[in-house]
């Protein structure tokens, strides 16, 4: 079997697993409890805070633990939303952010804020001048991804970030899940970045875990009232087996990170030279955009047919985005691309991992020859 829909989420490494199980099994208690088992939970929480904190530059204050990276954008967001409505309802975003973000753009509007859609060019990259000019009196937010999850664009995150030193008031939300351990990412106190959001399953840790990290100073509601966890801004008994594996999980990621890079844009730079010999193959992924992505199309032959030809062969890829692939939505970060509309159709991604090889690669070719070649003269 290859594996090439890591972009959907990753297989747990053997070792944050077995950090999982251990402490599921030893330490069950409940944080917040007052007894010596809840001391032990709350002390192992904290100890994966300051873990991750620490891989991430930054305070231990400044981490927040979530659900997902769904969790951290939405609160990002409507957080920021609701704790500044009093000073503004305008938000700025992309054409082509995450459902996370989009979806939860649009039930803003319909509760009476505006949004601003910044435009992309064909690489799938935003214009740091059209950030200028949509800035307003009442913008309260900018919410820009780091890693487009579809085609992989990196958008000139330290660009906008000096665009918003004009403007301190401006809450600054990078969604950050397809970019940990891939980009480069400043969030140390001097980085304009205000609020970032990370998904633990996106770097070999446990679905149903994230961060969501808040600089000092920063302030948003919270989405979750109850018990008063995480310092009362994220109410709900932590899952701190799957907290103190996704610390484990990072601490992985960062461990000898620029070779990592390097030998997933080696295999990525090798998929995308050879797919680019096949002359009815379109490539939309771009090789300064991030190294773990390819995004392509072989035209006339619609992404779940793709999807399902190579599941065939034993090799899993998936079409643009997870979260659309069931609803057989087309990409909107294509048409935002302005890919014409019968192209897009056919779009399929291969994503890699620190763990994808060359062999897997030169196999997964081997597979695309052979349904190149049955698909060839389909107009």
Known sequence: MIYFDNSATTQVDDSVLETFMKVSQKMNGNPSSLHQLGDMADGLLQQSRKQVASIMGVQESEIFFTSSGTEGDNWAIKGTAIEKMRYGKHLITTTIEHPAVKESMLQLEQLGFEVTYLPVNAEGVISISDVKAAIRPDTILVSI???????????????????????????????????????????????????????????????????????????????????????????????????????????????????????????????????????????????????????????????????????????????????????????????????????????????LTDTSTLEEAKQFLNSFAKLYENFKDIK
Request: with cysteine.
């Open 145 to 351: 991804m780091a890693v487009n999850n579809e085609v992989g664009s990196i958008q000139p995150i330290e660009e906008v970030g000096e665009v918003l030193r004009d403007y301190p008031t401006i809450h600054f939300h990078v969604d950050a899940v397809q970019a940990v351990g891939k980009v480069p990412l400043n969030l140390s106190a001097t980085s304009r970045i205000d609020l970032a959001t990370f998904s633990g399953h996106k770097f070999h840790g446990l679905k149903g875990t994230g961060f969501l990290y808040i600089k000092r100073g920063r302030v948003i509601a919270p989405l979750l009232s109850g018990g008063g966890q995480e310092k009362g801004r994220r109410s709900g008994t932590e899952n701190v087996a799957g907290i103190a594996a996704m610390a484990r999980a990072l601490r992985l990621l960062f461990d000898q990170k620029e070779q990592k890079i390097a030998h997933q844009k080696h295999i990525r730079d090798y998929l995308m030279d050879e797919l680019a010999n096949y002359s009815k193959v379109h490539i939309f992924s771009a090789k300064q955009g991030a190294p773990h992505i390819v995004c392509f199309a072989l035209g006339g032959i619609r992404g779940e047919v793709s999807v399902h030809a190579f599941e065939k062969e034993a090799i899993f890829i998936s079409t643009t985005s997870a979260c659309s692939s069931r609803s057989k939505t087309s990409s909107s970060t294509l048409a935002a691309m302005n890919v014409p509309s019968k192209i897009a159709t056919g779009a399929v991604r291969v994503s």
